[in-house]
């Protein structure tokens, strides 16, 4: 007989790292690699994944705003993304893929920022008690280097690529901190290598992680 029960819940899995890090097409890989598992993948980024987010996002990338201001921000889109998007997805079996999280928050806002960890776990405990991503993988290289693939895409720098090298450095040092206090779900990739090593330790990462 074919069961017909709920699926199971879906995985949320997420990536961080400084501006430049490299995430981005490492993301379309692993959500091909898993895809081609014939799981269905729903992938997504923060600030942003709902039309309240994206509108969100133009505002944190591009307006001034006090720090208070943007921390509230981040979680206010958060907040949308996982009633809107995130949640569903995972009930009904799909697994999330996401550019950044509240890690991200973390890192940016307490480590590069100042703001302060107690206001920052407040938020964290109202919007999402008790949930975390199954996994999060954080790109981890020097500033220098991010800031020079990034000068040599072209892009446009929005109000946090504008950052100075100091405050990438209290981001970066924000990251590895969160990831010594969570070393089950954060693994550290070292993003200073070519694109085919990174790809295929991650690879192994998710094999080792979801399919051993
Ligand atoms: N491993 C790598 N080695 C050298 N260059 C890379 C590597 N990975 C990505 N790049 C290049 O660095 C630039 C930034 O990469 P990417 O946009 O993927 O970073 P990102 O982490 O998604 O950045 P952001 O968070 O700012 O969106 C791109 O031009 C990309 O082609
Ligand atoms: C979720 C989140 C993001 N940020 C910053 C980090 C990046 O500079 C931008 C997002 O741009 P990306 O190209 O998608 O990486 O927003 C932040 O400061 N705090 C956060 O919580």
């Known amino acids: 007989m074919t069961h017909t029960g709920p699926a199971a819940r879906g995985r949320f899995i997420t990536f961080e790292g400084i501006d430049g890090a490299g995430k981005s097409s490492q993301i379309a890989a692993a959500v091909a690699?898993?895809?081609?598992?014939?799981?269905?993948?729903?992938?997504?980024?923060?600030?942003?994944?709902?039309?309240?987010?994206?509108?969100?996002?133009?505002?944190?990338?591009?307006?001034p705003m006090h720090i208070e201001t943007e921390a509230m921000l981040m979680f206010a889109a958060r907040r949308e993304h996982l009633a809107g998007r995130i949640l569903p997805a995972l009930e009904a079996g799909r697994w999330v893929v996401c550019d950044r999280f509240s890690d991200a928050t973390y890192a940016y806002q307490v480590g590069g920022r100042g703001l302060s960890r107690d206001k920052f776990a407040a938020l964290e405990a109202w919007v999402h008690p008790g949930f975390q991503p199954d996994l999060t993988l954080v790109f981890d290289l020097p500033p220098g280097v991010a800031a020079a693939r990034m000068a040599a895409s072209g892009a446009d720098p929005d109000r946090f690529e504008r950052e100075q090298r100091d405050?990438?450095?209290?981001?970066?040092?924000?990251?590895?901190?969160?990831?010594?206090?969570?070393?089950?779900?954060?693994r550290v990739i070292d993003a200073d290598r070519a694109p085919e090593l990174i790809r295929a330790e991650i690879e192994h990462l998710l094999a080792e992680r979801f399919f051993a």
């Open 33 to 63: 690699t898993l895809r081609a598992r014939g799981i269905e993948v729903a992938p997504s980024r923060e600030p942003g994944g709902t039309p309240l987010g994206e509108r969100l996002r133009e505002l944190l990338l591009h307006e």
């Open 167 to 186: 405050f990438f450095e209290r981001v970066r040092h924000a990251y590895l901190e969160r990831a010594r206090g969570a070393p089950q779900r954060i």
